[in-house]
């Protein structure tokens, strides 16, 4: 089964509004969760990413939340701009385990002007 | 800057030919990742190697070889090219999974006709 799932295949959203990506994985095991950002015809590109020991991580207009008994993750993007309409692609891994990420099969997010 | 190049970018290969997509990396990182990205199935992962004669199945490894020659290069090898194959395939690499992103290649575009 899917291990890491982004259910939501697109978004839209506001210029200067809040965009809310989300994420689920199954595995107890993961500890390493990252956010990647995909343009077209372009390789992804890490954004953000977060241990366990944390529940959450803030990098300017970015911020991921991490809900561990929820087996849930988030990628807040405040002040959302056009420049922000790509393909984001959730990741999850375990660092004691193999040294590869699960990801998602990635979310568009539209910013209309 | 972290550097994965790829070749060819772009190949048309015909049904049952052999086809040999080429990564090499100048990050001194010892694992190395191939993957492929079709629309609807985000990134997933082919095969991945820990260093120089190491490789390791991911989770569609079926129909696909793998070969690390040395530390800088890494070859995904498709013996006998099916039209399923056709996809954009991403090489990347990286260190321990928490401790360094994985830095990926621009990708080549494959068309098995």
């Known amino acids: 089964g899917q291990q890491v799932k982004q259910s939501s295949p697109s978004l839209t959203v506001q210029e200067g509004g809040i965009s809310i990506l989300n994420c689920d994985y199954e595995n107890d095991m993961f500890d390493y969760f990252a956010w990647y950002k995909k343009y077209p015809d372009n390789s992804p590109t890490l954004l953000i990413s977060v241990r366990s020991n944390v529940d959450k991580r803030e990098d300017g207009r970015l911020t991921v939340f991490l809900n561990k008994s929820g087996k849930h993750f988030s990628l807040h993007i405040t002040a959302s701009q056009p420049e922000d309409t790509a393909v984001y692609l959730c990741?999850?891994?375990?660092?004691?385990?193999?040294?590869?990420?699960?990801f998602g099969k990635g979310t568009q997010l539209i910013i209309q002007p | 800057e972290a550097a994965v190049t790829q070749s060819p970018r772009n190949k048309v290969a015909v049904t049952g030919g052999k086809v040999t997509l080429s990564c090499n990396q100048t990050?001194?990182?010892?694992?190395m990742y191939w993957y492929r990205q079709d629309t609807g199935h985000g990134l997933r992962l082919i095969h991945y190697?820990?260093?120089?004669?190491?490789?390791e199945k991911g989770d569609i490894p079926d129909g696909y070889k793998a070969s690390r020659p040395s530390q800088e290069n890494f070859s995904l090898i498709l013996e006998l090219a099916t039209p399923s194959q056709t996809s954009v395939y991403f090489c990347?690499?990286?260190?321990?999974?928490?401790?360094?992103?994985?830095?990926f290649g621009p990708g080549t575009r494959l068309l098995v006709l």
């Open positions: 190697s820990y260093g120089a004669g190491s490789t």
């Open positions: 990741a999850a891994g375990d660092t004691e385990g193999a040294d590869r990420l699960t």
């Open positions: 990050n001194n990182h010892n694992n």
């Open positions: 990347a690499s990286g260190d321990r999974l928490g401790q360094d992103t994985q830095y």
